[in-house]
Nanobody
């Protein structure tokens, strides 16, 4: 059975840090491009970051560049999203998605991803 499990969310103060984990089952993180999306209440789901199938290319939304970092640990079959200098506007449910191979500009399109996790909540308090 194919499944994606996210973890690591929580409540953090402005300026704090969190690290989210994405662990798939039924496939490996080397099989697809892996992306993080987020969705705040009343807003559209938006792409945050992506790492390509070969792990060599990463991409970020402008809103998180310089603050977030995506990484892959193939032996542990895990993709992590390290988030620093968090802001209240980062509050959202964060989703991990897998599909395709690349992280070009269109990494922001939800249709590129076949598999989705259930999400983990991140709340940044001011």
């Amino acid at each position: 059975e194919v499944q994606i499990v996210e973890s690591g969310g929580g409540l953090v103060q402005v300026g704090g840090s969190l690290r989210l984990s994405c662990v798939p089952s039924g496939f490996t993180v080397d099989d697809y491009a892996i992306a993080w999306f987020r969705q705040a209440p009343g807003k559209e789901r938006e792409a945050v970051s992506c790492i390509s199938e070969n792990g060599e290319v990463t991409a970020y939304a402008d809103s998180v560049k310089g603050r977030f970092a995506i990484s892959r640990d193939s032996p542990k079959n895990t993709v992590k999203l390290s988030m620093f200098f968090l802001k209240p506007e980062d509050t959202a449910t964060y989703y991990c998605a897998a599909g395709g191979r690349y992280c070009f500009e269109n990494f922001k399109l939800r249709k590129n991803y076949t598999f989705w996790g259930q999400g983990t909540q991140v709340t940044v308090s001011s």
